[in-house]
């Protein structure tokens, strides 16, 4: 890690003054603001792009810090926090009044989760409060995973980059409502309903209501690549990357298995059939994609299994926010 003692008072100090600071954690690099701050929030969604009515998540030092932004906390909380914090699982919680109405869009409830990656959670200990950060890209784009992808997204739009190497983890943290009657994923991550459910004592239940409270990254087009990509099942890849090449079109492919042929204007890019290992990948697999101007991307479809849940769901967000 490059990130030095100096560093972390200055990056703290700027988030003081209501600077945006990009900072690493397991799951992506964030773009962080005092969570207090009105104006120091307003430039998260002027660098990103963001609809102003979408929320933030909000990142704290430690699991004692949550009374300081969320009310009626009830006893899973606590419990989920000792199991899996610092960690990629974010509490919806009821939200503290103090908590500003820019950071939850308007809503009566809050994201809450405290990062593990030590340069995230020095700065947030030294910062000595929450820093709401979504993904620091322009919004709806693929998230990074490096402190080099930041600098090509937002670039001057960033007082300061932490760099703490590519992220562990890969994509973005499983999200658990809690503050209605049954707890549940409003977006699936690495943290899957396993664990959580064997912390519960019964497994969480899937997707929102009519009225659950609006989450980062729940958006049907989501963490898109600019060229357009294409979910295949993996019995069809060859059959369609063929069609693809037959029509004049330089065609990526992003699966496990290579394809039986060749061609000029196809290029294929392996791909982990570990779920973790293909999570941590995907990211930036489909940055390198992005710049090989091609006219398509086609990525084999993962198994309809609990471990790839959290991966089929960025990329059926991604394929539907690059048509």
């Known amino acids: 890690m ?74 899973a909380a606590g419990k989920l926090a000792a199991a899996f914090w610092p960690g990629p699982l974010t509490l919806i919680l009821r939200r503290h009044p103090a908590v500003l109405d820019a950071v939850t869009g308007g809503q009566d409830t809050v994201g809450l989760r405290v990062p593990n990656h030590p340069l995230a959670l020095q700065l947030l200990r030294e910062f000595d409060g929450g820093v709401a950060a979504p993904s620091a890209n322009r919004f709806g784009r693929v998230s990074p995973t490096t402190a080099a992808h930041v600098r090509e997204e937002l670039g001057d739009a960033v007082a300061m980059i932490l760099d703490g190497g590519p992220c562990a983890v890969g994509i973005e943290s499983t999200i658990l409502d809690l503050s209605g009657s049954e707890p549940r994923i409003l977006r699936p991550g690495m943290l899957d309903a396993n664990a959580i459910g064997a912390v519960l004592g019964r497994p969480p239940m899937f997707g929102g209501q009519q009225n659950a409270p609006r989450v980062s990254g729940s958006l049907e087009a989501h963490y898109a690549p600019r060229t357009r990509l294409q979910l295949v099942a993996a019995a069809d890849l060859a059959a369609t990357a ?53 006219d398509v991307i086609l990525v084999a479809a993962p198994p309809a299994d609990e471990r790839w849940r959290a991966v089929a769901d960025r990329l059926r967000r991604a394929a539907a926010g690059s048509k």
């Open 2 to 75: 490059t990130a030095q003692l100096a560093d972390m008072s200055r990056a703290a100090a700027l988030l003081r003054a209501g600077e945006l600071v990009a900072f690493p954690t397991e799951t992506v690099y964030g773009l962080g603001a005092d969570a207090r701050n009105p104006l120091a929030i307003g430039k998260i969604f002027a660098a990103k792009g963001r609809p102003a009515d979408h929320p933030l998540i909000v990142h704290l030092p430690e699991a004692a810090h949550l009374d300081r932004w969320a009310v009626d906390i009830p006893a």
């Open 242 to 294: 063929r069609e693809a090449l037959d029509s004049g079109r330089r065609v990526a492919v992003l699966a496990a298995q290579p394809l039986a042929f060749s061609h000029g204007r196809l290029l294929c890019c392996p791909a982990s059939t570990d779920a973790a290992q293909f999570a941590h990948d995907l990211y930036a697999r489909l940055r390198e994609l992005d710049a090989m101007a091609c």
